[in-house]
């Protein structure tokens, strides 16, 4: 299986970013909106020969915007979504993904929302994912298959956090069998089973076993793209983190 990495695990100048992870063995990568758009940027990942897998639609919003607010906040968050994939598409990303608000209550202009960002991204050949998010709207994978099931979207699909099931105590090989053909992308991610921390992968909770169990759940399901490795930047050696974390996967997959 592939291997991609969110790119935000580094900090610093983005070129430099770039040369980092093209050095640690990577040849995708994840970005969040309104990264990675400068020509230099767009030139080195090409010299560099990176693709962009995924982007990150919900980073960098303006202030107040959201897609389960009000009128107003919603249609500002629609617009940067729209904007979004406009550069995801020019990246030749074909996935991207929101994540929820805080209040369930809001779920409806959720929904409402997210089909019109599923449709603009299908416009473009880019899948939509929703990532499950303990602390938020949609707190396990399950509850947010059951909600991607009522929306009955065909471009919405689910973004697995390993990370997030440890929080939300769901076994992964149960999920990526659950989600069958709605799974739409992976996240691989560790932590210590209460906080989300981005920890390399088997410095926490995640064991050897289930992280094989993962990616054997993977070989058997329907899902062909890639496992994004997700670290935090604030770890004290970010990039070291991220050579542990992929010998790690090309050892277990």
């Known amino acids: 299986m592939e291997l991609s990495c969110c790119a935000w695990a580094l900090t610093g100048p ?12 990577f040849r995708s990568i994840d970005v969040q909106a309104k990264t990675f758009v400068s020509p230099g940027s767009r030139g080195h990942l090409d010299d ?33 979504c729209r904007e979004a994939l406009d550069h995801a598409a020019a990246l030749g990303a074909n996935t991207a993904y929101v994540v ?12 409402d929302a997210l ?9 473009r050949a880019i899948r939509l994912g929703v ?3 303990p602390g938020k709207a ?24 390993t990370g997030h099931l440890q929080m939300s105590k769901e076994a992964p090989a149960a999920v990526i069998a659950a989600a069958g053909d709605r799974l739409g992308y992976v996240h691989l991610d560790d932590n210590d ?6 920890w390399p992968l088997l410095a926490g909770v995640l ?17 062909a793209g890639p496992a994004s490795i997700e670290l935090s930047p604030q770890l004290p050696d970010p990039i070291a983190a991220l050579a542990q974390s992929r010998a790690w996967a090309r050892q277990c997959c």
């Open 14 to 25: 983005e070129e430099d970013a770039l040369t980092a992870l093209a050095a640690l063995g």
């Open 48 to 80: 560099l020969g990176l693709s962009v897998s995924c982007l990150a639609l919900c980073f960098n919003m303006a202030d107040g915007a959201a897609l389960d607010g009000a009128p107003a906040a919603q249609q500002a968050a629609l617009d940067h």
């Open 100 to 111: 929820p608000g805080a209040d369930p209550a809001a779920l409806p202009q959720f929904g």
């Open 115 to 123: 089909g019109q960002v599923a449709d603009f991204a299908a416009a």
């Open 131 to 133: 990532e499950h998010f």
């Open 138 to 161: 949609l707190p396990t994978a399950a509850g947010t298959l059951a909600y991607l099931s009522r929306l009955n979207h065909p471009n919405l699909y689910l973004l697995l956090d």
């Open 193 to 198: 089973g209460r906080a989300d921390l981005h």
């Open 207 to 223: 064991t050897a076993e289930e992280l094989a169990a993962t990616f054997a759940a993977l070989a058997l399901s329907p899902y």
